[in-house]
């Protein structure tokens, strides 16, 4: 009896000891759960205007990790935060909103308490030259968007601008015309236009060292790095892009404060030039280097540059608590709005007849890496299609998480979006709506 009673004990002792290292020192893997999902409800409750138990269901917890059905969230809409909690009291994260620059992780910092002004996200409706958004008169085409196979599990919109006109649309149940949509790493190529921006302007210059902003490069095998080997993902640093567990990109996007500070300190591991490695962390870092050299205040920089211009009133990104953007992974904007940016791209970086970007820019950015073996482009897009590994036609993509991609096919005068909640493991590919498409428009 003594011998049980003491086995009792040791084992209360140890339930004890394990609740409390679980409570004062929660694991990575808690910690970037509940970060993940503070951050997700509250980008969605105070940007898109959608329902916290219903973005912490649908988005969070049914295609996530089993530990993500025991996260609870709490939403104050007077602080505009966001709490989340593992079993009610574990790993305890909080994400706080700003107008103008959305939601923000906060572990030790003391986050800012700069907002920007936001211009109505929807009075800005027409296109270049008048080309107004009209409703699709092509039976082909009206087909193709109302295909569930095409449109793929979770999808939430496609809009079709052909000839720059939007000539097709189609929405997921709940979401419309005004719903701003995460593109998660289509973010990226969104970073490579800010820096095209600054280019244009002289203040910035592709063959620019990123050590002038990471001082401590200068001194060793990062000393020679460019803005342009960054772009192209041929830094030669050291990143693990992993999701499944805790990695370089989720611990830099769920667990620390400064992320430049965080993704700066990896080694090179490989000279320039010579092996690709597809980085969050490389354009989170450019997002500081641009932002260095702006003049005035950067946080204002991308609506004035950028969107204000092309008339994308949702656009929203998000930074991290020193205010650096998180230009590798977060910015909401209307299927409409992604649909002007791809549009741009296509003409060449002009818009309404104004030279935003540099002449010649966004061919420079449509070219190849060579060491990604055809793969990636120079300007943070891809090349090989959604699920094909491999080219389709003079197509270029922005591509990010859970299936989104903004399809540009210059040869047929086209902008495809599509954006929703697709996991990886639904093998779900946006080319053949893009074929389908094709397919339905005149010759």
């Known amino acids: 009896m003594r011998v049980l009673k ?12 394990a609740a409390g290292y679980l409570f004062f020192a929660p694991p990575d893997v808690l910690r970037v759960g509940t970060n993940y999902s503070a951050k997700m409800v509250c980008s969605n409750v105070f940007i898109a205007g959608r329902d916290a138990d219903e973005v912490l269901a649908v988005d969070v917890q049914a295609p996530g990790h089993p530990l993500l059905r025991h996260v609870s969230v709490s939403v104050d809409e007077d602080a505009q935060t966001v709490e989340a909690h593992l079993f009610g009291v574990l790993a305890p994260a909080v994400s706080q909103y700003r107008t103008g620059l959305g939601c923000t992780n906060i572990h030790a910092a003391d986050l800012s308490d700069i907002e920007l002004p936001v211009t109505s996200a929807f009075t800005n409706s027409i296109w270049p030259a008048g080309n107004r958004v009209e409703p699709a008169q092509n039976a082909a085409l009206t087909a193709a968007l109302s295909d569930k196979d095409l449109l793929g599990e979770g999808h939430r919109a496609v809009v079709v601008v052909h000839n720059g006109r939007i000539t097709g649309e189609s929405y997921g149940a709940g979401f419309g015309p005004e719903t701003p949509l995460l593109g998660w790493s289509m973010t990226k190529t969104v970073t490579a236009a800010l820096i095209g921006t600054m280019v244009q302007s002289g203040d910035m210059a592709l063959t620019d060292p990123v050590s ?5 490069w200068a001194t060793d095998d990062r000393r020679d790095i460019t803005v342009a080997d960054m772009l192209g993902m041929e830094s030669g640093l050291r990143w693990n892009e992993g999701y499944g567990n805790v990695s370089d990109v989720t611990k830099m996007l769920y667990l620390v404060d400064d992320m430049t500070g965080f993704a700066s300190g990896n080694e090179a591991e490989a000279a320039t030039d010579a092996v690709f490695n597809y980085s969050s ?5 450019l997002s500081r280097v641009w932002q260095d050299q702006v003049e005035g ?4 920089y991308p609506r004035t540059a950028l969107f204000d211009p092309l008339g994308m009133g949702s656009a929203v990104m998000e930074t991290d608590a020193t205010n650096t953007f998180v230009g590798s992974s977060y910015m ?15 003409q060449g970086g002009t818009w309404n007849g104004q030279q935003i ?3 010649g820019y966004t061919d420079w950015m449509f070219q190849p890496v060579k060491v990604s073996d055809g793969s990636y482009a120079n300007g943070h897009l891809w090349l090989d299609a959604p699920g094909a590994e491999q080219p389709f036609e003079d197509s270029v993509w922005l591509r990010g998480h859970d299936g989104q991609s903004i399809g540009i096919f210059p040869s047929h005068d086209l902008v495809i979006v599509r954006l929703g909640l697709t996991p990886s493991d639904r093998g779900y590919s946006s080319l ?3 074929k389908a498409v094709i397919g339905a428009l005149p010759n």
Do not use: K
């Open 6 to 17: 003491v086995v009792l004990w040791s084992l209360l002792a140890v339930v004890i000891a």
């Open 297 to 300: 205040d950067s946080l204002s």
């Open 212 to 216: 002038d902003t990471y001082s401590d």
């Open 332 to 346: 909401y904007a209307t299927a409409r709005d992604w649909a002007r940016f791809g549009q741009f791209l296509l």
């Open 357 to 359: 970007l540099p002449e």
């Open 281 to 285: 962390g490389t354009s989170t870092l």
């Open 432 to 434: 053949p709506l893009a």
